[in-house]
């Protein structure tokens, strides 16, 4: 496989990943195997053995990529792994990249092909040393081999806590019907010790049993001097049965009830000011932490000076395997953090939104001027749950619009802070900046009168004009309400997403009168102005809450001349596009920008397609 073929593959394949384009999909098909059938009939020909020849490699092995990566089907994720197989059988494993070798490995596995999945774990020799440690767990494991639990299986399990010096996993043989082995887990607990009181919070919603699961392994931290607040975010009478059996583990544990249902972090923020402990820590309410993750990360915070530790996590299915598609098994675990009572009066509380405050709020920490200590060792096991709010937002190499957009906004925020200065009361509160609408606990739909969607990464200012600092000034004393949303455009091609140039960001933020919108905002929108029309051109085919009244696109001659990237403008798609998402067709103006050769050109170039005037809403 050539290195230079490979590369425009794979980019391509990020590219679909990213935006979930049938257009990108149907690129790569047809470079692959010279048709352009749709990914369904290819699915269907794969799984059946019955595809077309393969006549480039390179594309095969990026649209098995992308197949996988997107697979939201279990035959895409066997197509998947039967396209890698055929791949291989013309082309040596070890000329695969590292992603490719990862991606092969695991869609093997998921796909349930474990002969394949074997061989590739022990030959392919690129797959990451933490993703094939449990791919080799995972295929000794009760699901794959249908058997009882081996001791080779609690070994492989058990690798990495060995490795630290920490005691290894173990699962009950005996356990009920029905419950999974994730919630058997356990670990012989060594020798107790103490000293300051740590304040563990454990936010709940309609618990079950992972909630009993979490506690118990709360409860048999080697760090005796814990108080355990359970915090019930309005889960309903008909779970008081589940609050209760948790107070009976251990009189360590009290249950703190809030009259209404606010989220996970209004929830973290009510048990923090119940709190009694000099150190303060979390634990999600159906993960399993390993007895002496309390103490060590205690022992790091009090040897490093450090504003807050954090540990690292295994995460695993209910079945006690851990493939998630393209992802490592270890990762940091942020509902570890662990810090001093006394950090929170200069930190502040949690925003009070509806996901994505714990990420927020440790770079807030390092904002400050505080360190974050990482203990290595992986003091927990987090549980992967299909279909869950974390989860959900995201896939391989694919996020919803809304994560990026809160990112990207509270590093703007972040830096307007200045360390060792304090960022917030304790009091709860919103956050001091504009935030997607999905993150609002009691959002109201936005209206703004124009909004210009365009590609603000600095890899493509060059190419496409947005709309001038100046012109949204002047607009903004009229008493315009503008806004600006980002969507990346996939020309020219890169391999990973393009986010907003901070220069967009911190003007953002800087201004009272203009906001950041994404795809899955409730907002309405009297005009919006398209650029750049390839933004929709490989976006438009994930859906939109933002409601559009009319839509102005701008026009260049590039977009109206042939294209050699294999992803032509086309005009009809793009009016299509609007058609789908908000019911109108566009209307198509000369980019105001073009000098008056520039738009003779386009007249030229247009044809039948009619041209009119850019007619940007005024109040």
């Not at 797959?127 to 081996?150: F, I, N, Q």
Request: glycine share 6%; with cysteine; hydrophobic share 40%.
């Amino acid at each position: 496989m050539s290195q230079s073929g490979a590369a425009s593959s794979v980019a391509l394949a990020r590219a679909g990943l990213r935006t979930k384009s049938t257009l990108v999909e149907e690129a790569l098909t047809f470079r692959a195997f010279g048709v352009a059938w749709s990914p369904d009939l290819l699915y269907e020909a794969e799984l059946a053995e019955a595809s077309p020849a393969i006549r480039d490699l390179d594309a095969a092995a990026g649209l098995a990529l992308l197949w996988a990566g997107a697979s939201a089907r279990p035959e895409a994720m066997g197509a998947a792994a039967r396209l890698y197989a055929r791949v291989l059988q013309h082309v040596e494993a070890r000329r695969l990249s590292k992603e490719h070798q990862q991606a092969a490995a695991q869609a093997f596995f998921l796909a349930g092909m474990t002969d394949a999945a074997t061989h590739a774990v022990e030959t392919f020799g690129k797959v990451p040393l933490a993703v094939a440690d449990y791919l080799r767990a995972d295929l000794a494991s009760p699901s794959a081999t249908g058997e009882s639990p081996s001791a080779r299986w609690l070994e492989l399990l058990s690798k990495r806590q060995r490795a630290h010096g920490i005691e290894p996993l173990d699962v009950s043989s005996a356990r009920p019907d029905g419950l999974p082995w994730f919630d058997t887990l356990s670990c012989k607990v060594p020798e107790r010790t103490g000293g300051e009181l740590v304040s563990v919070i454990v936010p709940c919603f309609r618990p079950g049993d992972g909630l009993i699961t979490a506690l118990r392994s709360i409860v048999a931290q080697t760090w005796e001097d814990l108080e355990i607040i359970v915090v019930d975010d309005a889960s309903g009478p008909q779970y008081e049965e589940w609050f209760a059996r948790a107070k009976s583990l251990d009189p360590r544990i009290r249950v703190l009830s809030l009259d209404s249902n606010g989220g996970a972090y209004r929830a973290r923020n009510a048990g923090i000011r119940a709190a009694s402990g000099s150190i303060v820590t979390f634990q999600d309410d159906d993960d399993w932490s390993h007895p002496r993750r309390v103490e060590m990360q205690v022992a790091r915070l009090n040897d490093s000076g450090a504003l807050a530790t954090r540990s690292a996590a295994v995460r695993a299915r209910p079945d006690m395997t851990h493939q998630w598609f393209g992802q490592s098994p270890i990762r940091l675990n942020v509902s570890s953090l662990m810090l001093r009572r006394d950090a929170l009066e200069r930190i502040g509380p949690f925003f009070e939104v509806r996901k994505g405050a714990d990420s927020e709020y440790q770079d807030r920490i390092v904002a400050l001027g505080g360190a974050i200590e990482n203990v290595p060792a992986p003091l927990a096991v987090v549980r992967l749950r299909p279909g869950s709010l974390s989860r959900g937002d995201f896939t391989y190499r694919w996020a919803t619009p809304d994560r990026i957009e809160f990112r990207g906004a509270y590093e703007a925020w972040h830096r307007t802070l200045r360390p060792g200065r304090v960022a917030l009361s304790l009091d709860p509160v919103r956050p001091p900046f504009n935030i997607p609408t999905r993150f609002e606990l009691d959002g109201a739909r936005r209206c703004l009168d124009v909004v210009y969607a365009a590609d603000y990464s600095a890899a493509a200012g060059a190419a496409r004009k947005p709309p001038q600092t100046g012109d949204l000034e002047r607009r903004a004393e009229r008493g315009v309400r503008q806004g600006l949303w980002h969507m990346e455009t996939v020309l020219p091609m890169k391999d990973d997403r393009a986010l907003m140039d901070l220069s967009w960001r911190d003007l953002i933020q800087s201004r009272d009168d203009l906001i950041s919108i994404c795809r899955t905002d409730d907002v309405f929108v009297r005009q919006l102005v398209v650029c750049d029309p390839t933004v929709l051109l490989i976006n438009g085919d994930q859906s939109t809450s933002v409601q559009v009244e009319d839509v102005e696109v701008w026009l260049t001659p590039g977009d109206l001349e042939p294209t050699t990237s294999g992803l032509p403008v086309d005009i009809l798609w793009i009016s299509d596009r609007c058609q789908a998402w908000w019911s109108t067709r566009p209307r198509w103006v000369a980019a105001p920008y073009l000098t008056p050769d520039e738009k003779a050109e386009l007249g030229e170039l247009a044809g039948t397609l009619e041209l009119g005037e850019s007619r940007i809403w005024r109040p």
